[in-house]
Structure formats: C-alpha cells, structure tokens
C-alpha cells in the first residue's frame, strides 16, 4: 500500500478510535463514523447497514435522505448491499443501476449517485453488515480507498458487537444447539472407519478486544515474537510426525511448513499494522481477505492449498493474543471425535493418537492435506458435515460411522447397541476376510480372477500384504503433483515410482498411470492456456491431453519412470485416450526417452508394456486399430459412465439417476470385452464398479478377468469370486442383455441369491 494511503488509512482509524471512545450512544457514534469515513474518502454518499432479525437495516447515512434510516430494509442477498452480505464480497461498480442485482429504493433518494462501492462487515467469519460509499459522478473506487473501507469495516464489527447492535451479539462461546433429542447427520466419505467418543471443538472462537492499536511499533513487535514462536513449533511438530512409513504426507507437512515462512504473507500483516491496526486485528484482516479470496476460487485444490494458510492463521493469532489454544494444547481427556470447520496438517499431529478417535469438518475435500495425514494416521474423518454448531454441543457422545457417510449425535442406548452390534460384524467379517488373505480368488468352476488394488500413495502399498491382492492396477502419480506446491522434480518423482516398486517386490506388478491432471484437478502452478474457465472441465483440457501440450511436464515424468523400473518390467498406461494417435504420440515420448538413456549408458527396465484406458466411448469405435499397438486395456468405468450417460457423477440430482448395471453399460462392456479377447489383449476393469460385489460379479461374467479397486474392497470381492460359478451365470447374463427385464440390478441380484453367490 502506497504511503499515502497508509497514512489516510491510520489518520481514519484514529478518528474513528475518538468517536468510539465518546460518551455517547451507539447511535451517535455510527452517525460520526458515516461522516469520517465519507469526508476521508471524499465520497457524497457512506451508509452502514446493519443485520437485524435476519434483514439489513440502514442504520446510519451521510448524503441519502434521513429519514430513510431505519426505514430502508433489505433480505440478504437482495440487492447490491444485500449480495455482499449473502456472498461475504466487495463490489467496486462505475455504474450500480447496471448491476444485476441492483434494487432501487425511492425513500433513499439514491438515483442522483452513479458509483457504488461497498464491503461485507464481519463479525466471526459471517456477515453482520454492509459499510456502502456512493459518488454521484460515475467512477471506481481506488484499491487504497477499498482497502480503507475493508480496515473500517473491521473496526466498525467490534463497535457495533459491543454495543449489541447486530443479531447474535451474545459472548463468542460455543452455541447451543436447537435440540437435545438424537440425530442423524449427513456427510461426505473422507477416510473410511467407525469410531464413537464425545464432541470436542477443535478451536474456540477467538475474540478481538482491540482493533486500533496505540503504538504500531509495538504491534509489530509483537507479530515477529508470535511468527518466531509459531514457525519454532510447526519446525518441531513436522520433525516428531510419526508415521507407518514414509510417504505423501512428508511432502504436505514441507508444503505446510513453506507457508508457515512464506514473506508475502508476513509483508501483508505488517503492512495492515502500518494502517493502524493492533497486531490480532492486522492478522484477522488478512485472514479476512484470504477467505474473500477462497469464495471466489472455483478450483477445489487450489482452495484446498488457502486452507492451510488460513490454519496457519489461527495459529498466528492465537499465539499473539494469549488466548486459550486448541483442544489439543488443552489436551484430550477421553475417547474423542474432533470437530472443525477444516484443520491443517500440522494441527491434527498435536493430537493424543490414543485418544483422537475420528474427526468432523464442516468442510473438507480428497485432495486436501489434513485428508492425506488423517489417512496416514489411521484417523477416521468424515467431511461436509453442515451446521455442526447448530446441532452438536461440546461433550455430546457422537457414534461415527464414515462407511455409511454420517454421525449419530446424542444417540439412544437402542442406537448405541445397534452401533457397537455393526462395528462388531464389521470387525468379524474383516477378520473373515482377512483370512482369505492367502487364498486365490479362484471361482468355483476353476477360473481365476486377478485382484489388484487402486494407489496413489506410497502408503498404499501396503495394502498389498494386508489384502493378499495381485498387484496395483492404477497407481496415480497425479497425487504427488496434487499435493505440492510446485511442479515435482524428476529425481523426486523417480523416489517416488522406486519405492513404490520395491515395496511392491518382483512378483506384484505396479502399473502406473501418466499424470491426470486438469478439469477438476488443476494446480496453481501450471498455467492453462488461454481461453478462460472452462464450461465442462471433466471433458476439458486433462490428462493425456494437457500432459502431449505440456512436452516437458511428459518427459519429465517418462524418464522418471524409466529410470525408477531400471532393471525391471515397466507397466504404464496413458488416461482418457480418445484417438489411436494419442497414444502413438505418448508411447513416442517414452521411447526417445528410453533411446536418450540408452544413448548415455544408462540401465533401463527389461521390459515396458503400455496400456490405454477406455474411458471416452468414441476410442471403442476404434479398438481395432487401437488393440494390435497395446498390451492391455483398462475401462475407467467412473468417467465411462458420465461420458455415456452425459451426466456429471458428482451432481447431487444425477448421482443416484444412471445404474452401472444399466443394460447400455453392460452391452457396452460385452463388446469391449470380445473384441480385447478377440485381440488376445487383457481387459480390466479400474474404478468403483469393479469393487461392488453384485457389480463385479456381472463384469466377470462378461470376460472382464482383471479387477483393481480400493484395498477395502479387496476382501467382499474374493468371498464373492469364490462363491462364484462363472460357467452358470455367463449364459444367464447373456440372456438377460439380449432381452433386458424392467430392472437388471433386481433380476441379478435374485440369481446371486438363487445360486449361493456371497454379496454381502
């Protein structure tokens, strides 16, 4: 921030630090901050809105007509003022009437003002009011000038809490849910278990007393001790993590720690000290705009990566005010299920692994770090989880059950039995399954299955032993570029692809899939082409083919590869293939790199066997081209059933609509299935399809040999091979595809039950 501005901005605040000292009424002080802030910016029109019982009252004006105070209502999200309520936003318009959402109130006298700027007032990261300016002559606010109505409207939400003006103005604790009678909370799958304990809220809410400081110097003081303090513990936690094994969670707690020393974001805080803030203020104004910044990043990785910063925030602002820390500072004293609108990494390590049972975000994604460390740790987490201030109190006894994507909150003893009965049957039939750990997924007419399981991290390759499983058939590299925060190094990938390989040994195959990034797994720091956002990302610019545009990024990743299977039998498949000639052109990049090692003496694998996954229908029209240049073919039934159906599978109303043993699908993969046997190529199945038993079941009859699924699934789908005659069903099934009855799921399942197949 320019000089200037910053002088503008403390000269504001210490006025506003005047009029907030007065002996007057909460009234008269909003009626001199519209005043301040409309003189300093030169500005015609400042009104403060404020929310109460659920609409925005104008509750103070310089320059619209009085008696519209009190008078001018708007909804959330009505309007300009009621938009940046509902969107928590800022608005900079030249002209306001040509806004969308602009809403005329004649009692304002408003139509005379052109430009329009205004900003959301917070109060505990929700919107408790709207600071407006407004100049008759049609212009933008400047940057500085935003900034300064971002840092009064700061102040302006201690002011107008204090003086209990806004809804919910009570103490900063803990709410009290509505209801103290049992329920039933939805959410979204992140790390597979069950556990039960009693809620305990990862962080209190940390309430700032003062927002204007008196000495700066003084304040930044105070924010250097705190960031020494925070970067000393994040250096000693990162350093004691304990883990199973090396793996991806390494690479997530360095990225994490990168943040933690990242000078822009320490120039950013200093920089809000300068305007006249006191060092908890200045930490929660750019705490303020990260999460501004996060609402508007369509990209869920990269929201993901903000989370981190926004973690380390907290922990910055707890260390500088002195207040009490988090659940695990204070520690756990019983079996607990942690709660958090999102945790970082480095967070969850602090707690007591004896004690932390599972873990509720109110957010929380696949690819976020905390997910990857959570699973690392065993921990089971369930995210999604909304409104959990709303119906879980501090203490309640929660029974976690992640398989089935939801918490029970203050259950019944009934409910409570009923857990403990589940969590026994599902220990038994693991422990059932895991002594089929050495048996072979042999049908009972004689024909074996190869079980493989599905990996993106090193981690997972202990799945292998633990599940008896044939080998990985898709192991995505992608995962390593996902979670770091710059494109990895080559020696660094390489590390990876070996030690995925010697953990693997030499009688377990690994095959690797080239990077599938893109769509909805972009990264920050890989530049898309020009062109803007793109409309339908899962069918955009992904995969194979951004990996052929970016030439470096595939041969980087190539002679990764190469090198890490030196000696060995190298397996790689190339994602989303549409044409014969995409893989001509990425199996091209493998050779030359192969020919530049050789070229240098270097060793390189005995043998490469590449692959292609069909997961774009147009590639099945072409299969007889395609076959004789392949040594195997994966289906990717995940994106094949989007693409076929022409429905997103993560829309919430499509989700449920398209059954994958829909006769189209199924009639699909028996063609696919003949012409690869016709071809003497092997088919496999990758996806979620292959590791449901009724679903698996149907694709072996249907010549689908090969199977690679999560590990979970691994135990269900060898109880079923085995109870499986092939012979019998394959007739059966070919019967019903040619005339399908009204429901193929319902008429299979009836001929797995007639014939002793094990489903469950």
Same mark, same amino acid.
């Given at each position: 921030m320019p000089t200037t501005a910053v002088a503008s901005a403390r000269e504001i605040l210490t006025r506003?630090? @005047?009029?907030?000292?007065? *002996? $007057? !009424?909460?009234?008269?002080?909003?009626?001199g901050v519209v005043g301040i802030i409309g003189e300093a910016l030169d500005s015609e029109v400042c009104s403060i809105y404020l929310l109460r019982e659920g609409v925005l009252e104008l509750f103070a004006t310089r320059g619209l007509d009085e008696a519209a105070v009190h008078v001018t209502k708007l909804a959330v999200g009505e309007g300009l003022v009621g938009t940046i309520a509902g969107n928590i936003e800022t608005l900079n318009l030249d002209e306001a009437a040509a806004h969308p959402d602009f809403a005329y109130r004649p009692e304002t006298g408003e139509e005379r003002f052109h430009s329009f700027a205004g900003v959301p007032i917070i109060r505990r990261e929700r919107a408790v009011g709207v600071l407006a300016v407004q100049h008759a002559e049609s212009r933008k606010y400047d940057d500085v000038e935003i900034e300064a109505l971002q840092t009064v409207a700061m102040v302006l939400s201690e002011l107008i809490a204090n003086a209990g003006l806004i809804d919910g103005h009570e103490g900063g604790g803990q709410a009290k849910p509505q209801s103290t009678a049992p329920v039933r909370v939805p959410g979204f799958k992140l790390v597979d278990g069950m556990a039960a304990g009693f809620a305990v809220f990862h962080q209190p809410r940390i309430t700032i007393e003062h927002t204007v400081a008196e000495d700066t110097e003084a304040e930044r003081h105070r924010v250097y001790a705190a960031f020494d303090k925070m970067r000393e513990q994040i250096d000693r936690m990162t350093s004691q993590a304990e883990f199973g094994a090396a793996g991806e969670h390494e690479e997530v707690l360095a990225t994490y720690k990168m943040f933690a020393y990242d000078e822009g974001w320490s120039r950013r805080i200093n920089e809000a000290i300068d305007s006249g803030l006191t060092a908890e203020a200045a930490i929660e104004r750019v705490q303020q705009r990260t999460r501004m910044r996060m609402r508007e990043i369509a990209d869920p990785l990269l929201a993901d990566r903000m989370h981190d910063l926004e973690d380390l925030s907290n922990r910055l602002l707890r260390t500088v005010s002195g207040q009490m820390g988090t659940a695990a500072q204070m520690g756990l004293r019983q079996d607990t299920i942690l709660i958090a609108r999102n945790l970082g990494p480095a967070e969850l390590l602090e707690y007591d692994r004896r004690r932390l049972k599972g873990v509720i975000l109110e957010e929380g994604s696949l690819t976020a770090h905390v997910t990857i460390v959570a699973r690392?740790?065993?921990?089971?987490?369930?995210?999604?989880?909304?409104?959990?201030?709303?119906? &879980?109190? =501090?203490?309640? *006894?929660?029974?976690?059950?992640?398989?089935?994507? !939801?918490?029970?909150?203050?259950?019944?003893?009934?409910?409570?039995?009923?857990?403990?009965?589940?969590? =026994?049957?599902?220990? *038994?039939?693991r422990a059932a399954f895991a002594a089929l750990k050495s048996e072979p997924p042999v049908t009972t007419d004689g024909h074996r299955v190869t079980l493989m399981v599905n990996a993106g991290l090193r981690d997972d390759v202990a799945a292998l032993d633990l599940t008896g499983a044939d080998g990985i058939g898709l192991f995505r590299t992608e995962f390593q570029f996902l979670v770091s925060a710059t494109l990895p190094q080559r020696e660094r990938q390489q590390r990876l692809y070996k030690d995925v390989l010697d953990a693997a040994g030499e009688h377990r195959p690994v095959i690797f899939r080239t990077v599938d990034i893109g769509g909805d797994k972009a990264l920050p720091y890989l530049d898309h082409d020009e062109g803007g956002e793109e409309e339908n990302p899962a069918m955009g610019w992904r995969a194979l083919r951004l990996a052929l545009d970016r030439g470096g990024l595939m041969k980087a990743q190539a002679r990764a590869l190469l090198e890490a299977a030196a000696g060995? $039998?190298?397996?790689?498949?190339?994602?989303?293939?549409?044409?014969?000639?995409?893989?001509?052109? %990425?199996?091209?990049?493998?050779?030359?790199?192969?020919?530049?090692? &050789?070229?240098?003496?270097?060793k390189v694998p005995n043998e490469i066997r590449f692959g292609a996954m069909l997961e774009v229908p147009a590639l099945a029209e072409v299969l007889d081209i395609l076959l004789p240049k392949i040594d195997f073919l994966s289906v990717g039934t995940n994106d094949l059933t989007q693409f076929l159906f022409a429905a997103d599978r993560a829309h919430p109303k499509?989700?449920?609509?398209?059954?994958?043993?829909?006769? #189209? &699908?199924?009639?699909?993969?028996?063609?696919?299935s003949r012409e690869c046997h016709e071809a003497g190529v092997p088919i496999a199945v990758c996806g979620e399809m292959g590791g449901r038993p009724l679903? %698996?079941?149907?694709? &072996?009859?249907?010549?689908?040999?090969?199977?690679?699924? $999560?590990?979970?699934a691994i135990g269900p789908i060898?109880?079923?091979?085995? #109870?499986? @005659?092939? %012979?019998?069903?394959?007739?059966?099934?070919?019967?019903?595809? @040619?005339?399908?009855?009204?429901?193929?799921?319902?008429?299979?399942?009836?001929?797995?039950?007639?014939?002793?197949?094990?489903? %469950?």
């Open positions: 506003l630090h @005047d009029v907030m000292a007065a *002996r $007057t !009424n909460a009234q008269a002080k909003l009626n690392a740790m065993g921990v089971p987490v369930l995210g999604r989880v909304r409104e959990v201030r709303r119906l &879980i109190a =501090e203490g309640d *006894r929660l029974l976690l059950d992640v398989n089935s994507e !939801n918490v029970v909150v203050r259950p019944t003893p009934a409910m409570d039995e009923a857990f403990e009965a589940k969590l =026994e049957i599902s220990q *038994r039939r060995r $039998t190298l397996n790689v498949m190339f994602p989303m293939v549409s044409e014969p000639w995409e893989f001509d052109e %990425a199996k091209a990049i493998f050779d030359a790199q192969r020919e530049w090692l &050789i070229a240098r003496g270097k499509l989700a449920l609509r398209y059954d994958w043993l829909s006769p #189209s &699908i199924l009639r699909f993969l028996r063609r696919v679903e %698996a079941m149907t694709l &072996i009859a249907l010549g689908i040999d090969r199977l690679s699924i $999560t590990p979970a060898k109880a079923m091979v085995r #109870s499986l @005659d092939r %012979a019998a069903l394959k007739p059966a099934l070919h019967a019903l595809l @040619d005339t399908p009855p009204a429901d193929m799921r319902a008429a299979l399942t009836a001929w797995a039950q007639d014939n002793g197949v094990e489903l %469950a």
